[in-house]
């Protein structure tokens, strides 16, 4: 696994100008990565928690918060948040070789083993936001939080060079 930490970039500018208009007593960031949107979110909430599987990531990152947990997913936590947020490594590719941004076969195979992890944490009345791409197959990625029991629609698009960022917001209703 990479050491560097993913810079915030395009896509989490994307989720941080939704981010920036909520407010509540829990969230969490899933992917915290170099902690940018968790600090953001700690800004609006009582209580943040982010994880990242990148323990050396998480070790050294640049916007520094205090609940850090270095899991898959949401693994180790049982708390349930009013906010989920994940700017997800949502790339189609054959192999991840790079865990910031590979999302394996039709960019849904690593997505789909965070959505089985996190939706339990997601308080009923709360909602989850995550950010994909149209170069991925993300019906299916709607498809599958909605068999997880969450009511998924999406929120913003935003054109790139090639392709198009995809904010979905899933509620658990
Ligand atoms: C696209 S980066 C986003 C980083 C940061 N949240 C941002 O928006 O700039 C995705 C992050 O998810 C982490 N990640 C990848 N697979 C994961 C998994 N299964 N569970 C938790 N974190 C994961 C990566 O290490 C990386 O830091």
Redesign the pocket.
């Known amino acids: 696994m990479r050491d560097e930490?993913?810079s915030?970039?395009e896509?989490?500018f994307f989720?941080a100008n939704y981010l920036e208009k909520e407010k509540g007593t829990s969230a969490l960031?899933?992917?915290?990565?170099?902690g940018?949107?968790t600090k953001l979110l700690s800004e609006n909430f009582t209580f943040v928690v982010g994880?990242?599987?990148?323990f050396v990531?998480l070790k050294n990152q640049t916007y520094k918060t205090k609940n850090l947990v270095c899991c898959?997913?949401s693994d180790a936590l049982n708390i349930e948040f009013d906010l989920v947020v994940c700017?997800?490594?949502y790339l189609a590719t054959d192999e991840i070789l790079d865990?910031?941004?590979d999302g394996g076969k039709d960019g849904f195979e690593?997505p789909k083993?965070?959505f089985d992890s996190l939706y339990k944490n997601i308080k009923v009345g709360g909602k989850f936001l995550f950010v994909t791409t149209s170069l991925s197959d993300y019906q299916k990625l709607m498809d599958h939080a909605q068999k997880l029991g969450l009511t998924p629609r999406i929120l913003a698009k935003k054109k790139l060079f090639f392709e198009e960022l995809i904010l979905v917001e899933a509620k658990r209703e």
Not at 51 to 54: A, K, S
């Open positions: 930490e993913y915030p970039s896509d989490t989720v960031d899933v992917g915290s990565g170099s940018y949107l994880t990242d599987i990148n990531v898959n997913g700017n997800l490594p865990a910031a941004t690593v083993k965070i």
